[in-house]
């Protein structure tokens, strides 16, 4: 049951908190239940003011509370929807990108043009350390709308994704995809992050609670060097 598990927690105590999907989950507080009402700009703004880690965002005029910016790579990263959404906060910086597509490639140079582009995933053997690694692999083999093979698709590349974060060690790792993972291959996901050292929480977060006209739900896992056993920077 997918709506079982739209958000939660995995990792240190092991804990996992079943929440309603109108629910928004942040960095800084990834458990603030909205309610009915969407929520706004301002609610967000103060569920991020409000935490005391360093490293989190304030999301007024953008300003950054920390010690630096952090760098970031992307994987799958299309036309750089996620990029351009952690730089506008004004607490990243993209320092690389991974995309096959010829023609998203030439749409990521035009906006970052002296940001360096890799091509196909499967055959990078190394990338330079970034704080923070982004991207949404294929949704195909778990999305509703198709056949759900899961693992047996050999569209299935989470395991290059994980391949390339035990790489490079970042601190902090950033997954999108269709809600159709959690009841498919979910447990892969999970699983590689805790082999790897990293804790995870997770959260379904539609367009429409950000005020766009249409649904659209996507999962996204934000995952933690957990400090037992994990040599991240």
């Not at 301002?42 to 005391?52: F, P, Q």
């Not at 096959?100 to 030439?106: G, L, Q």
């Not at 294929?138 to 899961?150: D, F």
Request: aromatic content about 10%; charged content about 25%.
């Amino acid at each position: 049951d997918s709506q079982a598990v739209s958000c939660g927690r995995f990792g240190g105590r092991f804990l996992t908190r079943h929440l309603p999907l109108q629910t928004v989950c942040s960095i800084a507080d990834p458990f603030v239940v909205w309610g009915e009402s969407p929520p706004t700009t301002s609610h967000i703004e103060r569920s991020l003011t409000n935490d005391a880690t360093s490293h989190m965002l304030v999301s007024d005029r953008h300003r950054w509370i920390g010690e630096r910016v952090l760098t970031v790579g992307s994987l799958f990263s299309g036309i750089g929807g996620l990029e351009l959404g952690l730089e506008r906060t004004g607490g990243f910086e993209v320092r690389w990108q991974v995309e096959i597509n010829d023609w998203c490639r030439k749409v990521l140079t035009k906006h970052w043009p002296d940001v360096p582009k890799y091509g196909d995933i499967r055959g990078i053997e190394d990338l330079p350390y970034v704080d923070l690694i982004c991207g949404g692999f294929p949704c195909q083999p778990v999305s509703l709308a198709g056949k759900r093979r899961a693992q047996s698709d050999e569209r299935w590349l989470w395991p290059d994704y994980l391949r390339i974060v035990r790489m490079v060690r970042p601190r902090y790792v950033l997954v999108e995809n269709v809600p159709g993972l959690l009841s498919a291959g979910f447990d892969d996901v999970l699983g590689g992050l805790a082999e790897s050292g990293y804790d995870a929480e997770w959260c379904c977060v539609r367009a429409s609670d950000m005020g766009a006209p249409h649904r659209r739900e996507r999962v996204f896992i934000v995952a933690y060097a957990n400090r037992v056993g994990s040599d991240t920077g």
